[in-house]
């Protein structure tokens, strides 16, 4: 099983990113798929989650920034980030869980990874 991130980068503060996850080696289509980052120094946390019927998560601060988006036919996952800050700068990663809900998954429960995709917002 394979998550494989793409589309972080550098981008200058108010600027957008589009990052893509895509899966292999299983259908993620039943299951709760997030978007996680890390900054240097500090814990991983979750950005964004969405479940395999739609319904969506985000945390407080990221509310109206970004949006979270699931293609099942493609396997593939999506984050819509806009109105970038440089507390935004950090290594986000994608994820899958199989067996919690939009509403208890943390860090410790998901069960696949992706690799990271370092964004970093700068002017």
């Known amino acids: 099983v394979q998550l494989v991130e793409s589309g972080g980068g550098l981008v200058q503060p108010g600027g957008s990113l589009r990052l893509s996850c895509v899966a292999s080696?299983?259908?993620?289509?039943?299951?709760?798929m997030a978007w996680f980052r890390q900054a240097p120094g500090k814990r991983r946390e979750l950005v964004a989650a969405?479940?395999?019927?739609?319904?969506?998560r985000y945390t407080d601060l990221e509310k109206g920034r970004l949006t979270i988006s699931r293609d099942d036919t493609e396997n593939t996952l999506y984050l819509q980030m806009n109105d970038l800050k440089p507390e935004d700068t950090a290594v986000y990663y994608c994820?899958?869980?199989?067996?919690?809900?939009?509403?208890?998954?943390?860090?410790?429960?998901?069960?696949?990874w992706g690799q990271g995709t370092q964004v970093t917002v700068s002017a």
């Open positions: 994820a899958a869980d199989t067996r919690s809900t939009i509403w208890t998954l943390t860090p410790s429960s998901v069960d696949y």
């Open positions: 080696g299983r259908r993620f289509s039943s299951d709760v």
């Open positions: 969405i479940s395999w019927g739609g319904s969506t």
